[in-house]
């Protein structure tokens, strides 16, 4: 008789969940995955894919602004918020249903409740003990919200992708990823939209003529960005003073807003979990510590993703995912590579970057820069005033590329074939001998030729 009922129990049925239970599932191990919510996950369900559907929605206000410098007469044209969250909600019931199809298709048993660890083999779901050689941990993350007075009336991404109107007037606090891409959906559908952010700058983490040009172009659209600004409170308003919320900020001044939404990062889904109990370490940032291998201070304990708190996307989780898939279930020893990791913004323009940014490099390298600015070819006839930003870091010491940066349309298509070549360790004279394709924006990145002049230093 087996010594356990399965191989591998995974908990979270999210990107990495699926992609690790499914390849065990596969390669013969007998797996059941449980999820208490939807199955797909953050990226899925309440991340990645709702939110691209939304700015690719919310984009066609742009399209048909643009249109009328090439001769188009675009009239009545006018937006239905209900219609498009009702579409992309169907899109979603689909999406549940293939990757449910997917699991059952690689002999995964799935259990819809909340799985808690009791012990380093056994899990409780639904009343219910199972036990299993290893347990992957795939919970990934959740919006987190600062307490303040008035957090009860604010809301994050979930609730943004469902919301029954398009507020008109829209405080965002954060000026990370989702503060920007959710300011760009709901500005270019016609809301007013504030970012409060604290610091001084939106994207922090992002190089620094990358937050600077995107910041510039988001403000251009109309998009406020209140800097080194704080919330104090938010009050509900009545009807007679006139709905909506005051935002009390820090200074002491006041506005009113439709909608507060929080977009203040994100924490891992550790609590409740049973993990303390069970001896499963945390670090200092909450999220499980594990080794390169995705195992944690439990040997038959595994975590990958969102919990883990290493790089948080989708595509990551999914490549630690088939890393442990590969090494415990194919005899196929893998480790996730974390350098250059490609990844995007969908602002409205969007941003793409892989590799270094010119502060990272300036660290530990030389570096020579190469910059070019100008109007997409798009814009010479719509008229529209938005501007490319398309940089290249690259070590004067052995010619390689550390980093592409691009703040343009199409950014997120482009740098994904360049990420390629930084893998490949491509040198900026390989850049050079590579023929660009006419007419289009990409060949800007292998026709810089000179280097930006470096600044004399400070006497
Ligand atoms: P980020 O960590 O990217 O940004 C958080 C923002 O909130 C920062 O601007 C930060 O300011 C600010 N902030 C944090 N705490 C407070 C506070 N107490 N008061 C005011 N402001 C605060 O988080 P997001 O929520 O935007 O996204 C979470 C993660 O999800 C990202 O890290 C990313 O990995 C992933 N994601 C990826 C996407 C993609 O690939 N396109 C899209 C969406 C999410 P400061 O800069 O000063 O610290």
New binding site residues.
Partial sequence: MAKFDYDLITIGAGSGGVRASRLAGKYGAKVAVIEESRYGGTCVMR??VP?KLLVIGSHFANHFEDAIGYGWSVQGAAHDWGAMIAAKSKELDRLEGVYRRILRDSNVETVDGRGVLVDPHTVEANGKRMTAEKILVAVG?W????EFPGREHVI??NEALDLPQRPKRVII?????????FAGIFNALGSDVTL????G?????FDQDVRSTLAEEIEKTGIKIKRDY??RSVEKCTAEQGGGYSVMFDMGDEVRADCVM?????APNTGKLGLAEVGVKLNSKNAIAVDEHNRTSIGSVFAIG?VTDR????PVAINEGRAFAEAFYNNNPMTMDYTNVA????SQPPVATVGLTEEQARKTHKVRLFISRFKPMKHTLSGRDERTLMKLVVDRATDKVLGVHMVGDDA?EIVQGFAVALKCGATKAQFDATVGIHPTAAEEFVTMRDPVPEKEPEA
């Fill in positions: 991340g990645c939110k993350g919006p987190a919200v600062p994050t991404s606090v954060g000026g990370g990823y989702i503060a920007v891409e409060i952010i604290r610091s700058q939106i994207l922090r983490g704080l919330i929080y977009a203040t990062g994100r969102d790089i948080n996307l989708t990844s995007a913004v969908f997120p």
